[in-house]
Structures are given as C-alpha cells and as structure tokens.
C-alpha cells in the first residue's frame, strides 16, 4: 500500500484548502463579476470566468480572506532587516512574521504564482512566541525575541514597480494557512488619510487590482478610471475598515500600450494613482522571488523550482 508523504499530502491538498468554490460576492451583473467589481472600456471584451477568478483569488489573498485554513484571518508580516547587493542592485531582505500562529506546528513555506498552484519549498519552518519565522525550533533564549541572529528565515524580494508578491505558511498537518502578500515597490497615493494602490494583476498589466484603505467606514468610494482618453467609472464598496479592491482592465480598443489613470474620491481626499501599460510592463518572473534562510545572505537554500 502507497502512502503519502506529509510533503506530497501537503502538495495535493493545498490547491483545495486554498481555493474552495468562490462565494466572494453577489451573482455577476454587468460590470461585477466572481464578487469583484471592475472597471473596463467600450471596445475591449468583457472578463472570461476563469480571468475573474483568478482575480478574484488574488484578492482574497491579499485580504486574508481563504475561506479555508485560516479562520482568525492571520496574515504574513515582512518587516525590514537589510539591504542585499543583487545583480540588479541593491535589493531589501526581510524578515518575516506569522503573529498568532501556534508555536507547536512544523510549517512549510510557499509563493503561489497567478497563473498556477501555490508552490512549496522544501525544508521546515517553526514559530517563536512572537511569530518570528525560525529554520529551526526556537531555543529558549529565542523564544520572545523578534530578531535570531543565525536562526532566522529571510526573503529577498525583486519585483518592478507595482508587482505583488504572494507568500503563504502552511502548516505541515494542513491545518492552517497563514497568506501575506508583499509589494516591495509599490505605486500607491496617500490624500488626507486615504490611500489608494495599483497593483499588476497580469502580465503587461492587462488587469490590475484597485487597493482602497482609509476612506469612511461602509461608505460609497467613487472611482474615475482613466485610459488613452477613455473613461470608465465604478463605485467601491469600503468594508467595516475603509478597505475595499476592485479590478481594472486599461485595454483601449486598437491601442498598443498606453498609461493607466485612476482617482478615488473621498469626501476629504482625492488620492490618484497611474500605472503604464501595454507590452513594456511586465510582472515579475518566477525567478525573482529568493526565499533565504540565514548568513551568508547571498546564498539561496531554497531555490525555486518550477
């Protein structure tokens, strides 16, 4: 008899505990599909199914909202360590942080890529009493402390501007999911308190992800949308926090490429954010995402397969 590996077990299972059937919304109507509202131009073709619910999981990942695996909604927090000299330049490593995870879990780590599964690196990860992530259990002199010299597991990030990078822990008993996404280079706006965010959401970026916080609490956020002289406007429901994301496709009919305008109007704010698009913006590759374990720095233990 075949038994699985606790490695291919968590392999297998994960593509289900992390996308369950969508339920993120209301039925599609015409400018709303898969629960996400969008924002497109006449001429361009309305969103396929699939497009939208791979949009869809992008935003409830960046949420923290997985449905499954994660019911006190936990999320990654990647706090500044250093810098990294990188063929590209100097890049910033980071620590990372699963607050409120339990400390009596083996976990594993992951990037998921939009256009396929959550892919899982070998090796194991542990949690101190702060949610530092440990390549090892924590000794008892590292247990409350948000710095490990020598024990700590590290990412060093490279993306272009406006590129999300997804992350996620998961524990080795697939239980718990913990998501966190992060946007090293971020194009974002702050007016008054209220910040509105772009992110590439496809390659050249055919779709981005609208990211509204501090507007009034379960208010009506107006959104103008703005294309090589085309406009578009659709409304953003702020949730409980002021949050709210919302999609937008800059294609114009018979343009190539071109620059991408959006501005969200608070009732005390007008933050505005721009974003080219067409063939010269492209996502970060696979390749870039350099998860890291301890010094020296430079060394990849865990490099990315494919």
């Known amino acids: 008899m075949n038994l699985l590996t606790p490695r291919s077990l968590l392999t297998w299972v994960l593509p289900l ?3 369950p059937p ?16 969008y924002a497109a131009f006449s001429g361009g073709s309305n969103p396929t199914k699939p497009l939208m619910e791979t949009l869809a ?20 927090q990647f706090v500044k360590a250093d810098d990294q000299v990188t063929p590209k330049g100097t890049v910033a490593r980071y620590r990372v942080f699963a607050e409120g995870a339990p400390q009596n879990k083996v976990y594993a780590w992951s990037v998921w890529q939009a256009s396929g599964d959550p892919i899982v690196q070998p090796g194991d990860l542990y949690v101190n009493e702060r949610g530092l992530l440990l390549t090892h259990r924590p000794l008892p002199e590292e247990m409350s402390s948000l710095q490990a010299p020598g024990s700590e597991f590290y990412i060093v990030p490279e993306a272009d ?8 822990l ?11 996404t992060l946007v090293p280079q971020p194009i974002a706006s702050v ?10 959401a496809q390659p050249n970026a055919s779709a981005v992800l609208f990211v509204a916080d501090g507007f009034p609490l379960e208010s009506k956020v107006p959104l103008v ?32 490429k071109g620059n991408l305008k959006a501005t969200a109007e608070g ?37 990315l397969s494919h």
């Open 170 to 180: 998961y524990s080795r008993d697939t239980q718990l999911v913990v998501p966190g």
């Open 22 to 37: 969508l339920t993120y919304g209301k039925p599609p109507k015409k400018t709303k599909a898969e629960g996400l509202v």
């Open 57 to 76: 999981r992008q935003a409830r990942w960046d949420d923290e909202d997985i449905d499954t695996g994660n019911p006190q909604h936990l999320k990654l």
């Open 225 to 256: 949308v703005e294309s090589e002289g085309e406009t578009a406007n659709v409304v953003m429901d702020a949730d409980g926090s002021g949050h709210a994301i919302v999609v937008g496709f800059p294609y114009v009919y018979g343009v190539a």
């Open 191 to 200: 007016d008054h308190g209220c910040r509105l965010e772009v992110r590439i």
């Open 267 to 303: 009732p005390d704010c007008l933050p505005s954010v721009t974003l080219p698009w067409g063939g010269e913006t492209q996502p970060a590759s696979q390749a870039a995402l350099k998860p890291q374990a301890n010094p020296p720095a430079k060394k990849k233990l865990w490099p």
């Open 17 to 19: 505990l992390l996308f």
């Open 161 to 168: 501007a406006g590129v999300p990078l997804r992350y996620g």
